[in-house]
């Protein structure tokens, strides 16, 4: 059991300094930026000015299914009518075409800042009733086998 506590503590400490420095956690669904990042990894990442983004830079943006995606900026589209305003062409790393729609500025979410590859698998379950409910009950067995010696040795 020791690997399960040591696996849930750096996972605790991992989502509690990424709260603490302004990070969101997301992980990656599909393979589409393999190789740098596969399926199931979790990335950790940080809000951005998007003005600085340029072509090359990967980010993480929202999708119109309130769903979230994370490519390669192929290229940055200035409007016309208002240089503020600016759109973005991109592509999954392992993808052959350019994705259907562009990204507005507005819906980006920031750029990838640490990745652990097939931790996302752990952190999209937990975010589930059942993930939740498994990772409770985790928590309560290693808080028994962790406590019961002392207790058990007090009684005897």
Not at 2 to 29: D, E, N, Q, R
Not at 54 to 74: C, F, M, N, P, W
Not at 76 to 104: Q, R, W
Request: charged content about 15%; aromatic content about 10%; some cysteine.
């Amino acid at each position: 059991y020791s690997a399960i506590a040591v696996f849930a503590g750096v996972l605790s400490i991992l989502l509690i300094l990424s709260h603490t420095l302004g990070l969101k956690v997301f992980s990656i669904p599909s393979n589409s930026m393999e190789p740098t990042y596969y399926a199931g990894t979790l990335i950790l990442v940080k809000e951005t000015d998007p003005y600085t983004l340029r072509k090359g830079d990967i980010i993480t943006y929202s999708l119109e299914d309130d769903s979230v995606a994370t490519h390669r900026i192929q290229e940055v589209i200035p409007c016309e009518s208002n240089p503020l305003d600016v759109d973005f062409l991109t592509k999954g790393d392992l993808n052959d075409g350019l994705d259907p729609h562009l990204v507005h500025i507005t819906d980006v979410i920031g750029v990838p800042v640490f990745h652990i590859p097939l931790l996302g698998y752990a952190a999209s379950y937990v975010q589930t009733v059942y993930g939740k409910a498994t990772a409770a009950a985790i928590v309560l067995v290693l808080l028994f086998f962790l406590f019961a010696p002392d207790i058990l040795r007090k009684d005897g």
